[in-house]
């Protein structure tokens, strides 16, 4: 009987240790938004998503279509789930700008990167009435 408490223990201990350290698919869903607000204006940015906290410029803009973000325009903010930000900022540590353009590329595909319009007053105040 102590050998089966053993064992049973022993068991339990490993399928907890596996299901914590297994790979868990991403809940990311860029769908599901919540508001930020840069310099008084209001964006609807993914939730879980980290988000610029400045407007973007012509330059922003350019990178962001090189990496295959079609839609950002002056005023917007850019936004990055927080794997890909964490990524980028892992590899940016090393120095290698080829493998970090890699990653934003990827997240580009993915949907996991892009820039949020400003709210128009209207869409703003109908937010709040949610």
């Given at each position: 009987m102590k050998k089966l408490k053993i064992m049973l223990a022993?068991?339990?201990g490993s399928l907890l240790f596996m299901g914590c350290t297994s790979n868990q698919p991403s809940l990311?869903?860029?769908s599901n938004k919540e508001m930020k607000?840069?310099?008084g204006k209001h964006?609807?940015?993914?939730?879980?998503?980290?988000?610029?906290n400045y407007a973007v410029d012509s330059k922003v803009i350019k990178r962001f279509q090189e990496f295959g973000?079609?839609?950002c325009n002056d005023g917007d903010i850019t936004w990055e789930d927080y794997k890909t930000a964490d990524a980028v900022n892992a590899v940016m540590r090393n120095g290698k700008k080829s493998e970090g353009?890699?990653?934003?590329?990827?997240a580009a595909s993915?949907?996991?990167i892009g820039c949020a319009s400003p709210l128009s007053d209207e869409e703003y105040k109908s937010y709040?009435?949610?």
């Open positions: 022993t068991g339990l990311f869903d860029p607000t840069v310099d964006y609807m940015v993914p939730a879980g998503a980290s988000a610029s973000v079609s839609d353009i890699a990653i934003y590329q990827k993915e949907g996991k709040l009435k949610k």
